[in-house]
Nanobody, 115 residues
Framework: QVQLVESGGGLVQPGGSLRLSCAAS????????MGWYRQAPGKQRELVAS???????SYANSVKGRFTISRDNAKDTLYLKMNSLKPEDTAVYYC?????????WGQGTQVTVSS
C-alpha cells in the first residue's frame, strides 16, 4: 500500500523560507518521477516542481529561481526548499508521482505566507 506523508509547512512572512518533506512508503518512489503540487483556495491543483529518478528537475514559471526540489532515493524522501516566499504561494502542498495517481494523494501540508 502506498502512503505519502507531507510535512514542514507553516506560517511564514513574505520573503521567508520553508523546507517541505515528503516521506514515501511502498514502491511508489522507485524509479518514478516525483513532484510537488499545490492547491490554493478556489483554484485547481497545480504541479510546481518535478524531479526524475536521476535528478533532472523542472519548475513552473511562478516558482522558478525560488524553489528547489530534491530527492533522497535511499530514504524514499522528497524535498522542496522554498525561498523568497510570496503571499501567492499560500496553498496546501502535496507530493505525488508525475503524472499523479489519484489513489496516492496524502493530506498535504499547509503553507501560509502572510505578514
Amino acid at each position: 500500500q502506498v502512503q505519502l506523508v507531507e510535512s514542514g509547512g507553516g506560517l511564514v512572512q513574505p520573503g521567508g523560507s520553508l523546507r517541505l518533506s515528503c516521506a514515501a512508503s511502498g514502491s511508489i518512489f522507485s524509479i518514478r518521477p516525483m513532484g510537488w503540487y499545490r492547491q490554493a483556495p478556489g483554484k485547481q491543483r497545480e504541479l510546481v516542481a518535478s524531479i526524475t529518478w536521476g535528478g533532472s528537475t523542472s519548475y513552473a514559471n511562478s516558482v522558478k529561481g525560488r524553489f528547489t526540489i530534491s530527492r533522497d532515493n535511499a530514504k524514499d524522501t522528497l524535498y522542496l526548499k522554498m525561498n523568497s516566499l510570496k503571499p501567492e504561494d499560500t496553498a496546501v502542498y502535496y507530493c505525488n508521482t508525475v503524472p499523479s495517481r489519484d489513489t496516492d494523494w496524502g493530506q498535504g501540508t499547509q503553507v501560509t505566507v502572510s505578514s
